[in-house]
């Protein structure tokens, strides 16, 4: 969710050939770059399409992951946080990467509301990486 020009999403497709890789951003311009460097990877189980968080996104995920694009304000990353539980398949992920100073920390608060747990994956230089599990 925010694929921005694709690097997360084209790693999972590249990682896992056999899954379908879903990838949703507002920006076309955006779009255009993660289509055309899953073009020039070989990547052919991407689909990027035009969505607003989930507006656009139907049906189970087994994993959800973003970079929520901080700057477009509280309200649209934090609905991308605590929106994801309606998208996951049971026993499905959520994970986020977000900087400790762009709210790391209540990121991590709104999924255990949420999903009923969150936890650190890791972290270095500011950057978190969080994961909750849809029960």
């Known amino acids: 969710v925010g694929c921005g020009y694709g690097p997360i999403g084209l790693f999972a497709a590249k990682k896992w050939p056999d899954r379908q890789v879903d990838m949703v951003d507002v920006n076309e311009r955006a779009m255009d770059l993660a289509r055309r460097n899953a073009a020039a990877n070989g990547i052919k189980n991407a689909n990027v399409f035009a969505s607003d968080r989930y507006q656009k996104v139907s049906g189970q995920y087994a994993m959800i992951v973003t970079n929520p694009p901080i700057r477009a304000g509280k309200a649209v990353w934090s609905d991308i946080l605590t929106a994801a539980g309606e998208h996951l398949a049971k026993g499905g992920l959520l994970l986020v990467v977000i900087q ?16 009923g747990n969150c936890e650190i994956l890791t972290r270095d230089k500011g950057y978190y990486i969080l994961k909750s599990v849809k029960k």
């Open 100 to 115: 400790k100073k762009q709210g790391a920390p209540s990121a991590k608060k709104m999924l255990a509301a949420s999903l």
